[in-house]
């Protein structure tokens, strides 16, 4: 399984995921999750994928063998609306002609995050479904999950906000991680975490978060104490 | 869907379960996922039951008929292996029975957790698969989960020991169902709680939990509250 997260808020885009991959408990690999497209200056694309691995992969491998033919491509359309859909129909591609001859019960679907800017354009937010069809964030929905999403959302339904910094929302995504790490063993480190404030049209604020950092394991520990201090500060209940 | 927590301690056993039943989002109802067998001062069984409502009721009605029976059944029986053991069995009978001419997709499989004390034995409490067989909690792993179990997971795992008190463990299993109610439409008010204590071979301690129990609400909020001052005092992440 995979975590990712994003968020889609007022000063900009947070994007965060985890690298494990695995089918069954003996097949566990790392696999980054978090792809950028970009040309400086003039946009940033970045993209989470979730699900079937060798989808994931041909779909990223196509978008980028294809950037700067005369197909619509990520370095080509001008809008992230035509973004999301370059990716939702290449999916579409993909798991046709890997599903099409076969009989088997393997599920072939993949969902993405397709999130970032186009010069001209406020940043977008965008799921892709393993359809190809995508929806848009919102001021009221600013956010997206792909995988192993139930562990890591009560902290987001409680905390994420559009107008909440990108660095509180980072925190916030990592907080959700680590949840999600803590109680299910198919999401793992390291992460990839990724800021993008509004109008840089630059990818540079991405971190790679590993057992060692100590940013990560300060958070974690912060955030368990504060749970068992609010736990223990709970009203007895009058039964 | 459901979600049932149930958590074998030191001090005794502590019972919860929302009671909300769907199918599909036009079809929600309420039924009672909290079973209680009892022969005061001699056993006390609770069970709490996730899955087909049909499959569910079935096999609390059939375990309800038979009490007194020539057969084995949950007044008869001489110890907690064998109370699981009769679930099982039930639960795997009523499958059969209702899925042995149908070629339709519907899942008829169950899950329970069956837990209590019978005189002479200490407190124990099992986990019932639809298949019939069980597992029992240990110090190690004191509680179990049916049903839409991955929202209130991460505040068991950080919480749950097996010496926390009778009081404090029914409080995390609320505030697990709240974390689940506010990330999930499939569970709801009201709740069932039920607090066991060792040897007392009574289930009085049982609480209904509605919309307007105000220890609930407050519990609510100030877990609410309290999650919010734990994120705002995390340390910043130097990136």
Redesign the interface.
Known sequence: MTYCVAMGLEQGLVFAADSRTNAGVDQIATYRKLHKFEVAGERAVVILSAGNLATTQSVISLLNMRLGSDRPNLHGVSSMYDVASVVGSTCREVIMRDSGQSQSSVNFGSSFIVGGQIQGEAPRLFLVYPEGNFIESTRDTPYFQIGET??????L???VDYSLSL??A???A??SLD??I???LSVGLPLDVL?YQKDSLSLN?H?NVTENDA??R??GE???Q??????S???????
Chains 1, 2 share one sequence.
Do not use: M
Not at 226 to 231: D, K, P, Q, S
Not at 233 to 239: A, G, H, K, N, T
């Open positions: 139930k562990y890591g959302k009560p902290i339904d409680r905390v660095k509180d980072a925190k916030c990592l907080i949840s999600t803590r109680s299910n800021l604020n971190h940013n990560f300060a958070l912060a955030w368990s504060g749970l068992r201090e609010a736990f500060c709970l009203p007895d209940v009058q039964w």
